[in-house]
């Protein structure tokens, strides 16, 4: 059972994130985020010491961390499959991902304020986003077609699957206001990736 201490940060951090997401960063207060969780204002203070800005950075540490657990226990879970097998499993668990609301509402906060948050804070997102390029540059060196290609090479492509995953969420999430990713969109992952696949160079080449 939940602590009623841990109760309270985490409806302080839930009704932030909803307002956050439906409202935006700047347009929310710490006094809308206390009177819609019906909690005192100090009270947010004392979980959060630095206000607003500590719980916005919450939200968006706690969505990536989310989305990369996601990432690498599909990894786990695609192994022994083909390579397009096991990179389309990390792609439709990171889909599914977005079904939930935090994680969905998360994603949209991170994108959209992401001008306000900290040097430290921005540099840790860019980090995420280089371990899911690693972690793809990975499972090109475990194929047998591209082991023996370059580390750099391996990069850039994992780089390129990373491009196509990205513009999709943002295709969908935030262009089309959608909160999961449709068929057609999943579809078109797929078709890019085995257009990818074969231009890409081979070792044996």
Known sequence: MMKKSEAQRTLILKTAR???AKKGYNATTTRQISRTAKTAE??????FPHGKQEILETIVQSGVSHRLSLFKAAEVKAEGQSLTQQIMGIFEALCDAF??????????????????LSG???EWITQAIEMVGNHLSHLLATDQAYAGLPDQTRLNLASIITAIFQKVFYDELLIRNLQTISPAARQTVAHELACLFQMMPRASS
């Open 120 to 122: 430290t804070q921005a």
């Open 99 to 116: 079904q939930s609301e935090a994680s969905y509402q998360s994603f949209i906060i991170t994108i959209r304020e992401r001008s306000v």
């Open 18 to 20: 909803e307002l956050f």
């Open 42 to 47: 100090g009270l947010l203070y004392y979980y």
